[in-house]
């Protein structure tokens, strides 16, 4: 059997040992459920309680102002259908941009069907939000900025400070998508003046399907969930109590690790950006050269299926992505790089790598030659081509 190169961390990291470790006595020992009164469910309760405590410390957040919930999809809507709930009443407006995940798409979608304006900025050639833009597009009736910090494919960072200046200047709520950041930057929600942010722990070597949201202290944001008091009786349902204890293990090691990580991470993803585009033809980097996520690369290569390309890496043991891992197996090119003007051609043949904190050189090594020998050979099956390299050679 092939060893497994594993490049598609901003779909999912595997979880950590010292997590899961933290985790596994609350399935067997400690499992008693936080809303009883006895002392074995004490014991799950103060549990919540310090990975509340590690999670708000991590955002310069108060432990109140972080409520769990199933993981980022979750989060995401919470915080646009709470607001525009809430909200309503001072205006109908609702400002996002045209690269967000889906989950603040179709989110802001099921808004518009129930008489929300929402306003879907465009963004340059880097996938960069331009701030004249958000300036123009507010209106009396803005009630919620929602800007993701970071591209999941692409990896392009945000002006995220800028944006929460100019949100609060005027008085309007604003959200930001976490998921791929948290964990990757340093993040404070007052220096950059966030309202509400979403994340996910198995973005960050934590457990698939638990995440947050941080809300901020003085929001009128109703229940999410209906049908008991957990989560400050704004999120009903009994805790996942290994979920959540895996997660502020997971946040505690992301931020002990996260400089030497996330330099080691920069320094990999450089080399194989340069290595791709000095030894590959016709094939371009998506998102901002250099202020992009430490651990991501996205290429599009010409001539090329992305979804063959995938096929050939898997069998060369290599694990990667097209895009988003939540539309895979769509056929629809992605609206991202759609987004940043790329032709559906062009964007069809995208291939985003993103690395982890057990990548090393020489798997990219193996990676780049399996690009270079798998883009000929299904370039040298392409019409297209062909007939570009006859028209080339005239």
């Given amino acids: 059997m092939k060893k497994i190169i594993y490049l598609d961390n901003a779909a999912t990291t595997r979880t950590a040992p010292e997590v899961v470790e933290a985790m ?5 020992e400690n499992y008693g459920n ?5 002392g074995l469910a004490g014991e799950s309760k103060k549990a919540i309680t310090e990975s509340r405590e590690i999670i708000a410390g991590a955002l310069g957040a108060k432990s109140n102002e972080i409520y769990f919930t199933a993981g980022g999809s979750e989060a ?5 259908k709470a607001v525009a709930e809430a909200y309503q009443s001072k205006g109908n407006h609702i400002i996002t941009t045209k690269i967000e995940h889906h989950a603040i798409l179709h989110t802001c979608e099921y808004l518009e069907k129930r008489g929300f304006e929402i306003t879907y900025l465009n963004v340059d050639e880097n996938g960069v939000v331009k701030l004249e833009d ?4 507010i209106r009396p009736t803005t009630i919620l900025i929602s800007v993701m910090f970071a591209n999941n494919e692409i990896g392009t960072m945000q002006p995220i400070k800028e944006i929460g200046e100019m949100a609060k200047e005027r008085g309007i709520l604003f959200h930001t998508d976490a998921v791929q950041a948290f964990g990757q930057v340093p993040i404070s929600v007052d220096e950059y003046h966030i309202d509400m942010l979403s994340s996910s722990g198995h973005k960050l070597n934590g457990p698939k ?4 949201l941080y809300i901020r202290t003085g929001l009128k944001l109703r229940s999410f969930v209906h049908g008991g008091a957990q989560e400050r009786k704004r999120r009903a349902g009994t805790e996942n109590v290994p979920g959540i204890v895996g997660y502020g293990k997971a946040v505690e090691r992301a931020l002990r690790t996260m400089k030497e990580r996330t330099d080691r991470e920069r320094e990999l993803r450089d080399y194989l950006i340069q290595r791709v585009l000095t030894e590959v033809p016709f094939v371009r980097l998506n998102g901002h050269r250099t202020n992009r996520l430490p651990n991501n690369a ?3 290569f010409q001539f090329v299926e992305g979804e063959s390309l995938l096929i050939m890496l898997d069998m060369e043991g290599i694990c990667a992505s097209s895009g988003s891992a939540c539309t895979s197996g769509s056929l629809d090119p992605s609206h991202v790089l759609l987004a940043i003007g790329l032709p559906h051609e062009i964007a069809h043949g995208s291939l985003r790598l993103t690395l982890g904190e057990e990548t090393t050189r020489e798997e990219l090594d193996l990676v780049i030659e399996a690009i270079k020998k798998i883009v000929q050979k299904l370039r040298d ?3 297209l081509y062909e007939d570009f390299m ?5």
């Fill in 381 to 383: 099956m392409s019409p």
């Fill in 390 to 394: 006859k028209r080339d050679q005239k």
């Fill in 134 to 137: 958000l300036k123009k597009a």
């Fill in 298 to 300: 996205n290429f599009s």
């Fill in 24 to 28: 596994l006595p609350y399935f067997s």
């Fill in 34 to 38: 936080p809303s009883s009164v006895y």
């Fill in 209 to 212: 399907g638990i995440g947050f």
């Fill in 76 to 80: 995401d809507n919470w915080a646009l």
